[in-house]
Structures are given as C-alpha cells and as structure tokens.
C-alpha cells in the first residue's frame, strides 16, 4: 500500500518531505539557476500542496477533511487512495467522485443508475453483498459482518444477495468455490446453521429497502451436488425472524430457492401485518395450493401492491384462495400468476373475483392451461372492470370461440391498453380487432394526457 | 428453469431502456405538438410506438414461446408421470400375480413326494423367479433408458435455452441500435423540418422586411422630396413678402419724416427766439442783484470780524472757568476721599466702641452680680436678715445699639418676605401688625381696631396678594432703575445668585444707600410710588419737586388706601422712577424729621454712613452706669462701713485668741512630755548608769 502510495502522480515531479533539507544543499537555497536549462521555477512545491500531500498520505491515521478549504478538499479528495480502510473514509467522505473511484477500482465499470445514481450507496451496498455472499456458516466469523453494519447502515437501501455458501462439511468441499479459504480442520459436527443468520443484520440496517434472495452456489460448474442448492426449514425459520424484524422492508425477493407450501407458510406467517412490504416476489419456486392459500390470507392482511408468484405449482384450488382475497382486496395494482398450473378452475376463480376487485391494473396469467371457459369469464370482466390495464392471456388454448369472446368485451373496454395473446390459437380477425381497440385506448390516453399537461 | 429466471432478470433493464425513450418521444411530441406541425410528430410518434412494441414483441415472443414449451414440456412430463405409474402400477400388479403364483405353487410343491416333481417343479419356480426378475430388469433398464433419454433432453433443453438466450440478447441488443437508429432518424427529421420551418420563416420574415423597409425609403424620400419643395416655396414667397413690405415701408417713411423735421425745425426756431428775449431780461436783471449782494457782502464781513473778536473773549472767559472749575473739583475729590477714609474709620470706631461697651458691660455686670451676691452672703450669714434683691430691670436694657441693629434688619426682612412668593405665614402678617403698632400711628377718621390699623396692615391682611404683588414690582422697578445706588463689586459678587436672592441683595444696598431702615418706611416708599402715578401726568410738577412732594404727600394722607385696594395693572413708567425716587428721598427727609421716634435720633439721609456712629443716645448711657454702679444703696453701704469695723475687730479678737489656743497646746504637750520622762525614770532606778542618763535629762 504505502508502494502505492509513493509511485502516486504527485510523487513524480515532488521530493519527498522528509528529504527537505534546504539550507543543506546550496543548489535549494537559489532563486534563480541560470547554468541548468531545464530549471524553472514551477519545480518547487507551494508549502500548502506539501501540506495537502501530507494529508493525503497519513489520512488513515489523521482524517483531516472538513476543516480544509474547498478546493484543499478537491485535491485531497482526487488523491486519496481507494484502499483506504472503510472505517476512516464512510462516514467522513460524501464525495461521489471518489466513490466512484473506489467503486471502478474494485468492480470495474458498473451501471451506477441501478443504485440511485450514488456512487457512495454503490459502494456499501455491495460491500456488504461481498461479505454476506462470501460468508460460510462457522467459518467466517460473524463479527466480520456486524463491523461493517455500522459503516453501512446509513448507506444501503437495497441488498441484493445473489448466492449464499452452505456449511462445509467435507474437506473436498473447500474445492468446490474459490472464495473460501482452507479452514477444514473443523469437527464434522452438525452445523449451527445451514447459511447465513439474516437475523443478525436485517434489524440493524435501519434504511434497508429492499431485499433479494437467492439460497444457491453460483458458478459450481462440475462440483454440482444438490444440498448446495438447498434451502432447509431452519434457514427458512430464521429468515421469516429476521424479516418480521425489519420493519423497513418494502420488497422482498426469494426465487430459485426452492420455497414449497411450508416455507412459504411460514414465511407468509411472519409477514403477516408488515408495516411497509410492498412487493412481494417468490418467482421459481416451488409453491404449490397451499402456499397458495397463505399468500391469499396475506393479500387480506397486507398492504401489497405487488405480487409475482411466476413459475410455480399452483393450480385450481390455491387460485381459488388468492382469487377470494382478492376480490377484497383493495390495495394490489399487479399481480403476475404466470407459467403456474391454474386451469380453467383457477382463471375462472380469479376473473370472477376481478368483477369484484377495482384496483388491479396488471394481471399476467400467461401459460397457465386456461382454455374457452376462462376467455368467458374475462369478457364479462373486460365489459364491466374499468380498472385494468393490461392483461396477459400468452400460451393457453383460448380458441377462436374464445378468441370472439374476447372480442366482444374488449370492444365494450376503454381502459384496456396491453392485451397479449400470443399463442392462444384466438385466431387473426379477432386479434387483429383487440389490437385496434386497444390502440385507440392509447390514442384516447395520450389525448387526455395532453390535455392535463397542456 | 434457471434459464427462464435469468431471462427475466434481463428483461427488466430492456423494458426500463424501452421505456425511457417512449418518455422521451412522448415529450418531444408534446413539444412538436406545441407548433404547428402536429399532425405530423403524432403521426411518427404513433409509428414509433409501433416499432417499439413489434420489437418487444419480437423479443419476448422467445419468452413466451419459452413458457408455452415449458408449460407442454410439463403437461408431458405429468402425463408421462401419470403413464410410468400406471405402466409401473400395471407391472407390480403383474408381478405380484406371479408371485402370488409362485408362492401357491410352493405349497403344491410341498405336497410332491417325487424327487423328480419336485426337481420339475423347483425348475419351474426358478423359472418363474427368473422370468419375475427379467420383468423387473426390464422396467428398470426402461426407466434407465428414460433417465438417460431426459438427461440428453436437458442438455439439448439447456444447449436450446442458451440459444434462446443469445437471440433474446441479440434481438435486444438489434431492437436498441434500431431504436436508436430510427429516433435519431426521427431526430434529425424533427431537426431538419425545424430547421425548414425556420428557414421558411426566416426567408418569409426578411422578405417582408425588406418589403417594409423598401417601403419606408420610397416614403422617406418622397416626404424629402415634398420637404423640400415646400422649404422653396416658402422661400419664395418669404423673399416676395419681405420686398413689398420694404417698399411700402420706404415710402411710408420718407413722407412722415419730412413733415417731422419741418414741424421741428419751426418749433426750434420759435423757442430759440423766446429762449433769446427771456436771456436779454436775465441779464439786466442779474447786474442789479449783483450791486446789492456786494454791498450786502461788505455788511456781512464786518459783522463777522466783530463776532470773532467777541468769541475770542468768550473763549477765554470760558477756559478761565474751566481751570477754576477743575482745581475745585480736584479739591473735592480729595475731600471725599478723606471723608470716605474717615467714615472707615468711623465705623471701626464704632465698631470697637461697640466691642468695649460689651465688653465693659459685661464686666460691670459680673461685678454687679458679685455685689449682690456678697450683699446677699452678708445679709444672710453675718446679719441674719432676709435678702430682698433690688430692682434689676435696667440690667436687660442693652443700650440703643441693639435697636438700630433690629430696625435695619427689619426693612431688610421685609423686603425679603414680600419677595417671598406666597409662603406668607401668619407670623409674618402678625409682624406687620406689631410694627403698624408702634410709632406710626396715624390717626385716620373713624374709631376702633380695625380703623386703627394703617396701610402697612392693609397690605398684610386685606389686600395681602395685590399689596405684596405690588411692592415686589416696586422693588423689582427699584433694582432695575436704581442700579446706580449699588455698589459695582456688589453686581460681581451677586451675579451668581439667583434672581430673587439678587433681588434682595440689591434692594438692600438701594436701601442702606437711600437710607430706607425700618418696614414702615418700606411701605411707605411702595405707597408713594402707587401715588406717584397720578401727578405724574401734570407736567408742571415735574419741575419742582418739593412742592410736588407736598401735594404726593397731602394726596396720600387722603387716598392712600384707595390706591392699594386699585388694581395695580399698571405701574409709574419706569423712566419715571428716578424723578419719583429723589422725590421720595426729599419727601421721606423731611417726614422723618417730623415724626421723630422714641429712640431714634436726628437721622441725616443723605449721609447713611454716618448712621451707625451718629445714631446713640449718649443721655442715657450716663444713667445706665450709674443705675449699674447704685445697685448697692448708700443705706447698705453705710451698714457694710459699721460691719466692717466689727468684724474687723472681731478678727483681733479671735487671732488672740487662736494665739492663745496655740499657746497652751504647746504647754500642754511639755507636759506629757515631761510626765512621759518622770516615769521612764521611775521605772529604771535599778541601774545607776542609767539613772545617771535618766538624771541628766530633767537636768536639761
């Protein structure tokens, strides 16, 4: 570090401080020296530009920034070395441009547009991403995490885990990721923990926003085995703790973890009255008509606006339970069922509770082995909901009949403006008329919207 | 599975990278839609939109294909689920039959005696085992089959996922340099009608504008034009106008001044004439006065050398008396001088005159006392009678000086009351009372008390404010007119004080100096005044003062009171106030002469000094001592003469006898002593060397 240090631009045309011995060396003490040619007076430093140097190389030891002048501030800020230990500089530095230095020198170049436009909440954020994501149960020691909490909290909005490690068990375990060290002497007891605990963390962080979660091992390439893939009811348990904890949470995001009835029971039973979850999203997961159920006693006992339950085994009966909460629900604007396996049972279920229900504006119901019954139902929903906005019916066998249903209520729809029937067999006459009535839909919107800005 | 997430997850950032360019579209529309090309921008706005979706269309139709495989993908699965169980239910059934077969069979075999039946049938339940585990391999290595055949499908489902992958990637990434493309086209499109429509403008504006201003030079020009031609007109007929006039003029001219000048011309003529006759009679004239004035002349210049001589006598006539006149006055200045130092000294004179009276009295008075109190001693002690002190009321009369003293300080005390705004206690008022008591008490018609009160009273009780407002104005009249009476140094040492306390000082010097002392006096100069405004008027009085004196004085005695009850709104001119005063001074000199009072001797006003020295009563002083050296009566005296004599001899008597006293002490004193010795010696016969002492000392 300190090599860097030296080798930095400054360093170049400057001697050193420590060697500034002037009355030593006569050729120092001169104004003017007129035998050298390549001599000029720009070589000698100003003391304040020693000064500032002097900062910046002891900043870990003396954090002197806030009583310095503007443009000292700029200098030093351009300077500083990126390896700084978070400690002396997250608190104390609010300049994005040496975030963003920090950032590109470990990530390389990055979207800083996903995170708000700040560099600085970049940063944190996937600090502490790194450090959750490299975490191994009984191996890394909690306290790595909880150091960087507070240097943290203020900072991270959203956390976007994207694998977690599972215990090592075995010594050719330690072959299978990179990221882990050669800590196997361990006993080969039972794990405290199957992952990492989020109740340590999820209370603390005090602006935590979101969360996404993934209970898997990225890139395991040929080490694959399936318990590196498993998401057990104890990481559920405490994972369910640790969310009814964190009362800021607005999204939640679990997919590919495997989450079947009970886990997501349990999940459900602790989310239930959440002062601020707005979006829920169990995409690819295994939940079938139970877990269907809870969700549905969720959408009664929750603020959710949005629900996306893409991929999973639901099917007629769990429809039924979500499509009965959501006839009384008031506050869903999107709810995504697609590539489940409602049927004609479960599309019809939640087009009737659609007659009742006046805030969805989204429904996707895409794939879901509905057929002509369905397409009825909808069209009676399509003349009568004024709410909805756009619908999706992709890949279920309308039919044409079903096709000239739909039609029929379409045309008697003004507020529709996405309709997707993609391989539904409904035939082109009748696609071709949705189409139109919904682009005169979007032509009326936009009128309306102009009017309003004008 | 995997494969479908991810292809969400990368959907999202396409869907925010094709909505954000719809915002942007839709703003430029607005903005397009603000001028007057709209129909065109809705138009491209409306294709654009198109293109946008038949792209996300064409990108997520994969995605949707990708569902619709999967969703067939798992209704196969299902079903194939549902067949393997059937077949595999099917196949336990079949097999437990065969089982069931072989285990009945076993109890058949059990019955066979027969080595060889039982070989038969243990061949044929091998058999039957054999031909159980055949069927079972069978379904094995079929479902073997299945496992591999749907590892292979994976692998060729992952291999055509990933290929999926890679067109939705490629088709996004196509669908965004096309949008881009194509709004960029849209954007130079916007541009460049912008800049045609400008263009236009521009062209249509400036062509307009040169139109305006061509306009504007033909004006300009023909308005110059027309300036011009005008200005010559003008001009002309300016020229035109300006030579008749001169014309006319001219004419006009010549007639009327020739007339002018012969009209003149006669006109002189004639006065020069007169003028010419009126000089001839001048002269004649002007030689006749001249004889006279010169004799006339010759008159004056006599009469005139005559008085010069005259005035010449005159002069020295005058400056004779001017030298006499300075010597006397020389002369008496040092005389006043000398009086002036005199009547210093006079003063101190008195003063320690004053100091050596008291002085004396005081002895005399302590002798006195002494006197009386021997007298008394003597009465008392040596002749046993009771003392009766003799008349001691002339003790308490101090002599005239005191009198003086007081009067002064009344007129000064008075005038300090009556300056004294209204703080008038009813001491005060009783004062007035006593003093109008006393010596002035001059008879008015009418009887009792209140009659009997004088003016002075008047002005304590009944017209108490308008009196003392009016003496107040008198004094304040006096001080301001009579300043000449005060002395310079007194105006120094007062100016610091206040006005009224100035007031007061200054009335007090007027006051010494004119000679004013007691309170009456005060009020009768304040009475003379309020009168004096009446004469006033006649101007014939003013002459002689004496005699207006008279008549101020008759005229008070009459209506005095009358003038003090009158509103005094207006007091005696203040120029008059001198005239008044001197008149007063004359008036008050000869009053006092004629109401000499008790104590007071002749008083000369015109020399105050002299008060002081002059003013004792030598008369009584004589008495006064000799009442103090008669305090012990001729009677007494003679008693003391007899009782001296006595005691004297009494004295005699009783030194004797004290001698005598002494005398016999002393003998009486030997003799103890003596008897003290007689019995020493008795006691110390024993011892004759003692008794040889003891013998000696009666010897002595």
Redesign the interface.
Known sequence: MTATISKAPWGGTYPPVAKLNLAADPRKMRRIIAEDPEWSLAVVPHLSNICLQHIVRNFEERPILDKLLPSHKDYVLERLSTSLPLRVTSNLISDEGYWKRCCQKRWGLRDVSAYGHSWKRMFHERHLENIIELFIPDVTDPRLVLDAVPLCRDYVTRLNISQLLPPIKEPQAQEEDDGRDSASDLSVQGPSVDHFDFGILLDKLSRLEELHVVYRVKGCGMNFEWNLFEFTYRDCELLARALKSCTTLRVLRIHQSKVDDEKCRLLVNNLLDHPSLRELNLSHNLVGDRGARAIGKLLTRSRLETLTVYDNNIQGPGARAIAHALAKNTSLLSLDLRLNRLGDEGGQAIAQALLKNCTLERLYLGANEMSEPTATVLSQVLVQNQMLRSISLACNRLGSDGGKVLEEGVSHNSMLLECDLRLTEVGQESEYCIRRVIQNNKNRERKTQDDSVM | ??E??HQ?STGDPSTIADNLPTDQQ?TVG?HA?NSCWSGSSLQS??TM?EMQRDWT?LVT?IQ??A??R??QC??DMFEAGRLRVEKLENEAKSSLEKCEEIIRKWTVTKVKEFPQDLRDSLNSQQQLCARIIEDKNKVIQELQQEIKLSDDCFVKDRKTQAEHMDLIIDRMEEQVNFLMGSYRDELVQFENSLEQERRILLTGNRRKWEQHMEERRHKELENAMQRMRRVEEYDKSLQQLRTSEAEDLIKLDTDQKMQQIKATLQLRQETHHYCLEVMKNIDGDNTIVKSLMTEKINRWQDVVSRLKIKCANEEKLAWEVYQKLTEDYKLKMQQYKDLQKKKQLAAIHAKRFEEIWLMNKEEVKALVTKALDTDRLIHEQLLGLSWQPPPLGFMEQCGSLKNQRQAQSTACQTAAELLRPEGTSPCHLGKYKEASAGPRDVCESGAGQETGSSKTNRVGSGGKNSGTVLVKKIQELLCDKAGFLIESQLFKILSPLEKDEQCLMKMDSIFTAMGIESKEDVHKLAMFFTNYRQPQGDPYLTQDVSARCGAVASYQEEAGERSYCSPTSDLMNPNDVLVALKAFTAYHCRHSDGHDCVSREVVAPKDPSMLAVGGRDNSEDAAYWKAMADVIPEAKLKVWDALETALNKYHVVLTDKSKLIKDTQRLRQQNAELQKLLQQQANSRVRPGQDKVHGMDPAR
């Open positions: 599975m995997s479908t997430g969400h839709e607005r839609s706005v409306e939109e269309e139709n949707v294909a569902d619709a999967e969703s798992r209704a």
